[in-house]
């Protein structure tokens, strides 16, 4: 996890983090909620991910480092049970609270709190180029190769153990055609010409499977 807290260091500083505030204690804190025993996707894995594809297409973004705050703090609160956008409301307020004591400047921890709200729902504005990469980052999983996704969707699958199968499988068809139901699943070009296809297939294919099973055997 050494990396991955240097990789915290650096993109608070960028952001305006106070020299000498408590930056590792803060990216501890908030590792340890990404290790959480009840994740089995959304965790340092995901995050690691998420900020790869932030690194590789930085160029894209007009504030890279907010854009890497965003994604350590958009699923930082993370409980399977919660309701609607509530686990994204959460983690923006959390992460409000992190770095205005880590005496980042307000406008950039509002931008912070903006962006990781629009996680909920991957709706972004036209031109607003940090959202779409954090979003883009976010979905990447979507156009992984066919046995990476199956992987990705049997670990959603195990964090949603509590949820009975027939629930679970309506539940998950209606976030599929959501999802399917979006303009676009990704916006910035260099990305959206190389996912958008296998990402399609990839949530039809899911989508058939949940539809054609028939009940649970007894």
């Known amino acids: 996890m050494a990396d991955l807290l240097d990789r915290w260091r650096a993109a608070a500083r960028g952001a305006g983090a106070k020299p000498g ?4 204690r803060a990216g501890e804190q908030l590792l340890a909620r990404w290790r959480e025993p009840h994740r089995h996707y959304h965790t340092a894995v995901h995050l690691t991910a998420v900020l790869d594809v932030v690194d590789r297409h930085a160029g894209l ?3 890279a480092d907010l854009v890497r ?3 350590w703090c958009h699923d930082v609160v993370y409980d399977p049970r919660a ?4 686990n994204e409301r959460d983690s923006a307020t959390l992460a409000e609270t992190v770095l205005t004591e880590l005496g980042v400047p307000a406008p950039a921890v509002a931008e912070v709190r903006r962006l990781v709200l629009l996680t909920a729902w991957h709706v972004v504005a036209p031109g607003d180029r940090d959202g779409e990469l954090l979003c883009d980052a976010d979905l990447a999983v979507l156009a992984a190769p066919p046995a990476t996704y199956d992987r990705y969707a049997a670990a959603i699958r195990r964090e ?6 027939p629930a679970f499988r309506v539940g998950r068809a209606m976030v599929l055609t959501g999802l399917l139901a979006l303009p676009a699943l990704f916006r910035l070009p260099p ?3 190389r996912w958008e296809q296998p990402a399609r297939n990839n949530l039809r294919r899911e989508l058939a499977t949940l539809t054609a099973a028939g009940p649970p055997a007894d």
């Open 21 to 24: 505030a408590d930056t590792t």
């Open 61 to 63: 973004a007009d504030r």
């Open 69 to 71: 705050l965003a994604a």
């Open 83 to 86: 309701a609607g956008d509530a």
């Open 160 to 165: 949603y153990a509590h949820v009975p199968e």
């Open 191 to 193: 990305l959206a010409g």
